[in-house]
């Protein structure tokens, strides 16, 4: 079957599942999410790369899904907020920022959440000026940044902890 | 907050109720809600600050593939009230600000919405237009009264004898920026029009992002020429609002024009950041001449506090900036004033703390300075002009300990230690600590219905009210629990949905005292009716209770904010080391939550003095930095070590809860601490909000403090 004119096929791996889609080349990859998969979990904040709501991990890297396009993510693995927990179980860091009250209006959780478990994975040990300088890419507006901080700290000494 | 309870009721920690959604990213904001065939809207916006559309061709863009519909003033559908011109969407031709909307795309996707939107021309004649807001008072009106409905001016005894008799004097300009609300969640609205039969039973469902479902109801249908009952508007999850979302915006009237022309297809439209800096409100930049006089002990003998500010042309909002200062000191002679700038700019309205924000940064400021005029501790200075009763209203106070705030804070801070300005030095840094009263109104707005059902076993609690990111969904249930006797787990809330009972909006730090009573009203009228064993179904409702002693009161809550700044003495970069809120808020109802509410208030006010400054441009009446590439506002590394308590006195002469509201109050003394702090760290006083490296440096030169190997400071 041919493409339609201007589209691109991309096959992408989102959350585990894989999909073969037509999209625009203009099309970004946090619309893709959302609009096209209702993968709704990452949400939108800014449209400038500035805010990190819209936190993904792309091969297990994060990235703003506002900054890359749909048609980059061809033959790659996007893992979003509603990826991480498994047979109805928080991922640790998502159980960490419930228990650490670290939301309140909770639209920059997602992003924190993928961005928190980024940091970790490159840094397994933090210290908090460690958390504070690796999130200096989200933003939070409520604002719960004590908490926040704690519940990285946490999810970091329950990790060690366990290893 | 390691060791939360699984459960708690009244005044113990409970995790939030909505905490596990919106950590699995499953909580439905307004553009999340799932909608069949869904449409996308992207706005056209003028790019004149003033004048008329004289040509607009839209032929481009209805060629393309994918475009539903185009709007403009010339085919939108007519509205039925246009009295209020900030909802009287594309019915005109003329432009009253540069960003207002003159039309939108309607699209299959957003990025065919938007590349048609690109494609539309538009000719204007244009008019001269003025959108900064003057220093003088000339041409200024005076408002009839400023938001809230309080006078705009109040005069008691002679100030002009007490300014010229006095033997301390501080007779100072203080300034406040525009500002922008910036919730995290851009203002979305998702609507869905059923046009009926045709005669007058049209309908609309609205997914929006609000705070307050049955606010925009009520504003809405007149300007639609619907019957109230004909719209519902959903919002279970909002996030953020910052006043910003307190009423509809012109998006809401756009969407729903727009979805008139999409056959009853489903329209989505989130602002983006950029385009949230014309049509969503701000706060208004303020200029504020405050005069103290005081004897030579420090007791204040007169206060003046004259502000000018600006509102839009076609609509007026008048910020209530000097209206703390009329209830927060003692003084025989005492006037204030407000006088508003009719410009060609945006709409100002609500942004957190709206008056006591910019006011208290202006007073406690002053208020800085005349204690060390005084050669007295501010804390002290404070102290000296306590007053017994509110000397606005003459009434006496529904409480008031803001003496044990400062005591218990002093201690908690370590105030004992700051010394003189310029002082104290580390390393490279200038080290100073600054202080400042807060205060802001406890308002128990009237006008909520709680409902309460016994329904499978549970107690289901219906009111219409909002969570905007406060913790509402899990405070109103610990409310009702314990109201009722059971665990919170035995009650289900349900609120965010017009269909559900009326509510007020959540707004003023009103809406844990307001909608708290109403609940713990219906609870009673429930019990009254079913007992404590109610048969499955049983159901009572109940309305906002009188509270017949409030009217003998002044109601307000108070704070002491205590900061540590510290100066870079050759950049000017500012840090906040340390800061302590201690607040007389009355009964707290969840502390972790309640310690976010306050703490991100905080922050908010700390962001007013160093980062938040919406800069217009003159030439074209743009704000040039509206995005969050230049709008800043903090990130987790400008917070270091940061704290809010609060003293243990419950507030029943304000409402039957005790509880005076946390919403606002964390904002409003933030901004002088810091900028106090500031201050004694460096010996250079900014009166001009932000305080940015530029501006210290600047004045640095002219100060005599710092050492003169300290570089510029």
Redesign the interface.
Same mark, same amino acid.
């Given at each position: 079957m041919g493409l339609a004119w201007g589209m691109t096929r991309i096959s992408v791996s989102v959350d585990g599942i894989a999909y073969v889609d037509e999209v625009?080349p203009?099309?970004l990859l946090v619309?893709y999410l959302?609009?096209r998969l209702?993968k709704?979990?990452?949400?939108?904040?800014?449209?400038?790369s500035?805010?990190g *709501?819209c936190t993904v991990h792309l091969d297990g890297r994060s990235v703003k899904s506002c900054a890359v396009l749909a048609v980059q993510a061809d033959g790659h693995e996007v893992i979003?907020?509603?990826g991480i927990?498994k047979d109805g179980e928080?991922h640790p860091m998502?159980?960490a920022?419930?228990? *650490?009250?670290a939301?309140?209006?909770? !639209?920059?959780?997602?992003g924190m959440?993928m961005q928190s478990i980024d940091l970790l994975a490159a840094n397994p040990d933090p210290t908090e000026?460690d958390?504070?300088?690796g999130?200096?890419g989200?933003?939070?507006?409520?604002?719960? !940044?004590?908490?926040?901080?704690?519940a990285v700290l946490?999810a970091a000494a329950d990790a060690k902890a366990a290893r | 907050m390691t060791d939360l309870p699984a459960s708690g009721i009244h005044g113990h920690p409970h995790r939030r109720i909505d905490g596990r959604a919106k950590v699995l990213g499953t909580a439905t904001y307004a553009f999340e809600q799932d909608v069949d065939a869904a449409t996308y809207l992207y706005p056209l916006q003028a790019t004149i600050a003033r004048g008329r559309v004289r040509r607009i061709d839209t032929s481009a863009a209805e060629a393309l593939d994918g475009v539903v519909a185009v709007l403009t003033h010339l085919n939108a559908p007519r509205l039925a009230d246009t009295d209020d011109k900030e909802y009287a969407v594309c019915q005109s031709d003329e432009v009253a600000f540069r960003g207002q909307f003159i039309g939108a795309v309607v699209a299959e996707t957003q990025e065919v919405a938007r590349h048609a939107a690109s494609l539309v021309s538009v000719e204007y004649d244009e008019q001269p237009h003025q959108v900064v807001l003057p220093d003088d008072d000339k041409g200024l009106d005076d408002p009839d009264e400023v938001n809230a409905g309080y006078p705009s001016d109040t005069a008691q005894g002679d100030v002009g004898a007490a300014l010229a008799d006095a033997e301390r004097l501080v007779d100072e300009t203080y300034s406040t920026p525009m500002e922008h609300n910036n919730p995290m969640e851009p203002h979305t609205s998702v609507a869905i029009w059923s046009a009926g039969s045709g005669d007058g039973d049209a309908s609309l469902l609205l997914y929006d992002s609000t705070q307050g479902v049955h606010s925009v109801r009520r504003t809405l249908a007149p300007v639609l020429g619907l019957k109230p009952e004909r719209i519902r508007v959903v919002s279970p999850y909002v996030g953020g609002g910052f006043g910003s979302k307190g009423l509809p915006h012109a998006h809401n009237v756009l969407v729903a024009l727009a979805a008139q022309l999409t056959g009853g297809r489903p329209v989505k439209f989130a602002l983006t950041r950029q385009q949230m800096f014309t049509l969503v409100g701000y706060r208004t930049p303020t200029i504020q001449r405050i005069r103290l006089a005081a004897d030579g002990d420090g007791r204040l003998t007169g206060i003046c506090h004259d502000v000018i500010e600006q509102t839009s042309r076609i609509k007026e909002f008048a910020e209530q900036t000097a209206t703390a200062t009329r209830m927060m000191y003692a003084a025989p002679n005492r006037r204030t004033s407000h006088r508003l700038a009719r410009l060609d700019v945006p709409i100002p309205s609500w942004m957190r703390a709206p008056g006591e924000a910019p006011g208290m940064a202006g007073l406690e400021m002053a208020m800085d300075e005349l204690a060390e005029r005084c050669s007295l501790d501010p804390i002290e200075l404070r102290v000296r002009n306590e007053p017994d009763i509110d000397p606005d209203s003459g009434k006496r106070w529904s409480g008031r300990h803001l003496v044990e705030c400062f005591r218990t804070g002093a201690e908690r801070f370590g105030w004992a230690d700051r010394g003189e300005p310029g002082a104290r030095r580390d390393g490279d840094w200038l080290v100073g600590l600054g202080v400042a009263s807060s205060t802001y109104p406890a308002f128990t707005m009237r006008g909520s219905t709680a409902e309460i059902a016994y329904v499978d076993g549970r107690y289901v609690v219906r009111i219409g009210a909002s969570d905007i990111g406060t913790g509402t969904w899990t405070t109103l249930s610990q409310i009702a629990a314990e109201a009722l006797g059971v665990e919170v787990e035995g009650v289900r809330l349900e609120l965010g949905d017009t269909d559900l009972p009326m509510a007020t909006v959540e707004g003023g730090s009103s809406g844990m005292a307001s909608w708290g009573s109403t609940v713990v009203a219906a609870v009673d009228a429930f019990r009254d009716r079913h007992g404590k064993d109610p048969e499955e179904g049983a159901t009572a409702r109940a309305e906002t209770p009188e509270h017949a002693d409030r009217k003998k009161y002044a109601t307000h809550s108070f704070g002491a904010i205590f900061a540590e700044a510290a100066v870079h003495a050759d950049t000017g970069e500012v840090r906040v080391r340390r800061m302590l809120g201690v607040f007389d808020v009355g009964r707290i109802v969840n502390p972790p939550t309640a310690r976010s509410q306050l703490v991100g208030g905080m922050i908010f006010g700390l962001s007013m003095a160093l980062f938040e400054h919406s800069v217009m441009d003159a030439r074209t009446g743009h704000v040039v930095n509206h995005d969050f590439a230049e709008y800043h506002i903090p990130v987790n590394a400008d917070i270091a070590d940061l704290d809010a308590i609060w003293l243990d006195h419950e507030d029943t002469n304000a409402n039957s809860l005790g509880a005076k509201g946390i919403g606002e109050i964390g904002t409003v003394g933030s901004p002088a601490a810091v900028a106090n702090a500031v201050y004694n760290a460096s010996g250079v006083r900014i009166r001009d909000l932000p305080i940015t490296p530029d501006k210290l440096i600047a004045q640095s030169g002219s100060t005599k403090t710092g050492s003169p190997q300290s570089g510029h400071m």
């Open positions: 625009e203009r099309m619309h959302r609009d209702g709704t979990g990452t949400v939108v904040g800014c449209d400038t500035n805010c *709501s979003t907020i509603e927990a928080l998502q159980r920022f419930h228990e *650490s009250h939301l309140q209006c909770g !639209y920059c959780t997602p959440i000026a958390v504070r300088e999130l200096e989200n933003l939070c507006r409520c604002t719960g !940044y004590h908490n926040i901080v704690k946490t | -």
